[in-house]
């Protein structure tokens, strides 16, 4: 982060000291990239029986080749945004590329498809988005050791203490490459589609992948270890904030540059008949670019609202704080993502928002 030689500076002010520790996901010695890869199996109406047989391919798949796992597997719930409420999610972590290429290649969605009683084929929709990250074009936040999820979980990674935080600018000082790399929005991505209606895509399969610096984010909330207290301020009053700026994104994207945006219900099994609380969420999706991201959290009061709320949080409750937040935050290069969608809803994740051709 503290580059010597840079070609940009520094956004950190002189003497800058945060005001609540952070820390970042150091990766080990020679890792220059780590592999994501979103896996959704999409509930479409009332019928459960193509839902749960999707699901328990993809549990199987997970499971097969042992050899290529992913190193970290979560599951989720869709609460709401650019998916259909009640869908399943998957997130599978690599620090190996032939094993995530490998295993991301075992990914038949279109066998899955047709192995599908015809019956049910109409009642769900598939779809994968993965991507790589460049170490150098990547960043980690974490308010806590104590539960570190996501990319932290690959392994050899361990949390390193910070001080690139509690300021405008932080997230980009965390990313190594902004020493030398504006990471300025592709004229690809100013032509991004983002119209009002999604094109169509019930009954097709479309595949496609990113225009140059286009920015992925998780975000993610974690107050199981909480007492009664804090947990009943979290529900009652900084989870409804985070649903506000949430819908300003959802109603604001041409403005925003927000992109396949999911607010997510971590769950601890696939099981669809799964239907209990869970004390942790995150939002996972795409931006624009990078400036996008930063003028919605530095400039627009949903996002002030949120960030404010957070302070006043830690501050009312001090060292017996138990709420957890934390991120990640990648810029893509051209190419670095494939997007892949079987029979899923118009306005499904990046449907609306890039290029996607039918695949025969």
């Not at 956004?11 to 970042?24: A, C, D, K, L, T």
């Not at 970290?72 to 999610?89: C, H, K, N, T």
Request: include cysteine.
């Amino acid at each position: 982060m503290g580059c010597s030689a840079r070609t940009f500076p520094l956004q950190r002010p002189s003497n800058h000291i945060p005001p609540m520790p952070r820390w970042y996901a150091f990766f080990p010695n020679g890792l220059d990239k780590v592999f994501t890869a979103y896996i959704g199996v999409q509930h479409h109406n009332g019928l459960d029986a193509g839902f749960e047989q999707c699901v328990t391919a993809v549990e199987n798949w997970l499971s097969e080749n042992c050899n290529n796992a992913p190193a970290s597997v979560e599951r989720f719930r869709v609460i709401d945004g650019d998916d259909v409420p009640r869908s399943l999610v998957f997130v599978c972590y690599w620090a190996d590329e032939r094993k995530y290429e490998e295993k991301t290649r075992q990914l038949d969605l279109s066998r899955l498809y047709r192995d599908l009683n015809p019956l049910y084929q109409q009642t769900v929709g598939l779809w994968c988005e993965r991507f790589t990250s460049h170490v150098s074009r990547l960043e980690t936040n974490y308010s806590g050791t104590d539960y570190l999820p996501g990319l932290a979980r690959l392994p050899g990674t361990q949390p390193v203490d910070h001080s690139y935080s509690g300021y405008w600018g932080a997230a980009r000082d965390r990313i190594p490459d902004s020493a030398h790399d504006r990471f300025a929005q592709d004229q690809d991505s100013v032509a991004a589609s983002l119209p009002d209606t999604a094109p169509s895509s019930l009954g097709k399969h479309l595949s496609g992948t990113n225009f140059h610096n286009l920015v992925y984010i998780r975000s993610g909330q974690f107050w199981n270890n909480c007492d009664d207290e804090e947990k009943q301020m979290y529900e009652e009053r900084l989870e409804p904030t985070l649903r506000k700026g949430l819908s300003y994104l959802w109603e604001n994207r041409a403005e925003t540059g927000s992109m396949g945006l999911r607010y997510l219900q971590n769950v601890p099994n696939s099981s669809p008949e799964w239907a209990g609380k869970s004390n942790e969420s995150c939002v996972s999706g795409f931006f624009r670019s990078l400036t996008d991201l930063e003028a919605w959290a530095k400039r627009h009061s949903s996002h002030l609202a949120i960030y404010t709320g957070a302070i006043r949080h830690a501050k009312t409750f001090g060292d017996k704080r138990r709420f957890r937040t934390w991120h990640e935050v990648s810029v893509l290069m051209c190419g670095d993502a494939h997007f892949e969608y079987l029979n899923c809803l118009p306005g499904t994740g990046m449907i609306r928002s890039i290029t996607l051709t039918e695949v025969s």
